[in-house]
């Protein structure tokens, strides 16, 4: 087994202090001979951490078939030092694969006394959202603006290891050695992706909310609430996203929805419909307590499609029943609307749901 040591000079490119305490994470990545950690080997462990003010780097790489289980018994003593570690997809491959490899070698070591921070999970539920094709780490440095080449992939570098284990000739160490410190070297640059489920999560702060007009395909004027909201958090790349009746814009510090209002007559409908008749001439249900009074030919028996009662006016889409009462078109429409009165933004615990709730769409 060969061990590397150096000091990085890596830049800083987002607060680590919202993951853990600094002197306490541990990034990590691996090379492997495939993805079956049950028949295929480890070759190569690389760490950043931070220590005595400076970033250093950690490879341990096996020289030999042999070496595979020295890798793995100082990973796992150095682990000792690190209360979380921080890495992309290796909740689904890297530490699995580990596992197995620990496994394969009867050693007791786990991940157990260490948090996990995957990268790759934190921003999975944003992809949609962020109008991301895929999750690849090449996919999000195109997103945030970084040109970077790899010269090789995981295929063409397990060649190499085995061309190495053939000859320990020195260019092919040098490439497995620098392909995977450059790897490390790289994750500062796709960290600040972790902003976007910052700015996401946090509670936003309204700071305006209006009534505006656009003009509508068919030349009829369309109303939409505006509502311009605060983060605590800041984006690197602004992102826009829209599906009617609702979109948004992100920008540094400050996210803006655009909700389409709709004007006419919709429905409430009332769950308990046995306990009502609904009166066709009238076109409403009202309760037996009162419809006991109406003509008998004036009323029938409600049914989950006619007990409601109806409004007229400008209605706001709700994406989930925040405001009451809850109004529909149509009994079997899944879209909600509340009436434009009844809606109450300077209610801090309403405002924070409506806005999980566009988001929620929208991704």
């Not at 157990?112 to 962020?130: C, E, G, M, Q, T």
């Not at 090449?138 to 085995?162: M, P, S």
């Amino acid at each position: 087994m060969i061990t590397i040591e150096k000091k990085l000079r890596l830049p800083d490119t987002y607060p680590l202090e919202r993951i853990g305490k600094l002197e306490e994470l541990l990034f990590f990545d691996i090379e492997t001979t495939g993805f079956s950690g049950d028949r295929c080997q480890l070759y190569l462990i690389g760490c950043t951490y931070y220590k005595e003010n400076t970033w250093n780097l950690i490879q341990w790489f096996a020289d030999t078939k042999a070496a595979e289980k020295d890798l793995l018994d100082h990973f796992f003593d150095f682990l000792k030092q690190y209360k979380t570690v921080v890495h992309f997809n290796g909740d689904g491959f890297d530490i699995p694969f580990l596992q197995k490899r620990c496994k394969h070698f009867n050693l007791p070591y786990s991940f157990s006394d260490v948090a996990s921070f995957d990268i790759y999970k934190k921003v999975k539920p944003y992809r949609n959202l962020l109008g991301l094709d895929s999750l690849k780490q090449k996919t999000i440095e195109q997103f945030l603006g970084i040109a970077r080449t790899d010269k090789y992939n995981g295929g063409q570098l397990i060649e190499v290891y085995k061309d190495y284990l053939m000859t320990h000739e020195e260019d092919p160490y040098d490439l497995l050695i620098l392909h995977n410190e450059d790897d490390l070297k790289g994750m500062p640059s796709i960290l600040p992706i972790l902003n976007y489920p910052d700015f996401l999560e946090q509670p936003f702060t309204l700071s305006e909310q209006e009534i505006v007009d656009e003009p509508g395909a068919n030349g009829r004027c369309r109303h939409l609430l505006k509502l311009t909201c605060k983060s605590s958090c800041s984006l690197p790349v602004p992102v826009k996203a829209s599906m009617p009746p609702a979109r948004c814009v992100m920008e540094k510090d400050q996210i803006t929805f655009l909700i389409e209002l709709t004007e006419g007559t919709l429905k409430h409908f009332y769950p308990d419909y046995k306990d009502y008749y609904y009166l066709p001439f009238e076109d409403r249900a009202v309760h037996k307590s009162i419809g006991a009074c109406v003509d008998k030919d004036a009323r029938v028996k409600a049914c989950a499609s006619n007990c409601y009662t109806k409004t007229t006016g400008f209605f706001l889409p709700q994406f989930e029943d925040i405001w009451e009462p809850v109004m529909k078109q149509e009994y079997k429409d899944k879209m909600r609307y509340a009436a434009l009165g009844d809606v109450y933004l300077a209610d801090e615990a309403a405002l924070q749901k409506y806005i999980k709730a566009i988001l929620s769409y929208l991704k």
